[in-house]
């Protein structure tokens, strides 16, 4: 399916360089800004208590965040309903000299103060240990991504595609962390879901057009890297405009009416998709480029050229 078609190909290794330039100075400000700011990390990593209350009535949230501000308490606290508009979680950060225990005794009386229908549900703490072992554990899912995205790519295609990819796919993830950094919005457990879904959402794009690259070597044969490069994303442009936008929407739509629950996560995905078509395009495409991808390390040709008794002789198989 296209929306269109467009006739003359698209010259976009022309402004690779300069386009990859500023990619690197993006990347560089991202690592800078991770390095000196850091995440800041929500209370599944670093530990914390995770009280649910339920109301008679629909949870007035800001009146509840309110009470807690009250107690002393700043951003670090998450208020967000959960089932139904009457149940309402809370999450604390780890207080000095408190213990979990007063710290929910402490929370439920000031929200009783506020609302004498309120009743607590459950309380959790979650020590250090446990943050510690799903920080850990959610590195080791990224890692275990990245590594076999590269598997996944060398086999598919050619270790210089693979390289290319997980190139473009690492400057995404990057740069996602790179915007929680210097805001310092929270990084939690759904945004790091995030930034899985954003690498294979990324490498999908990669494939779609390194596929096309092949495609384009087989068929064109008088074209040389560049122009094969440039008529594959051109092709591919119809495609990448429904896919991305149609993505985009639901993505929006959680991000404007999801809630706090899903709004960093869907503020991730967001970043991801928007970052993910230009470095398919301008870093994985054109790294390819560079690295000195040819026909030969795509496409294995047949007999050979210039056999008088093969009418197809030279012919791509």
Known sequence: MEFFRIRRDIPFMKHALILNAVSLVTFLLAVFFLVTRGLHLSVEFTGGTVIEVAYEQSADLEQVRGAIAALGYGEDVQVQNFGTSRDVMIRLPVKKDVTPAQQSEQVLQALKAANAGVQSRRTEFIGPQVSQELFADGLYALACVVIGIMVYLSVRFEWKYAVAGIIANLHDVVIILGFFA???????????????????????????????????????RKMNTVQIIDHAITSTISRTIITHASTQAMVLSMLLFGGPTLHYFAMALTIGILFGIYSSVFVAAAIAMWLGVRREDLVKTGRKEGDPNDPNAGAVV
């Open 182 to 220: 210097f805001f310092q919005w929270e990084f939690s457990l759904t945004v790091l879901a995030a930034v899985l879904a954003v690498l294979g959402y990324s490498v999908n794009e990669s494939v779609v057009i390194f596929d096309r690259i092949r495609e384009a070597f087989r068929r064109y």
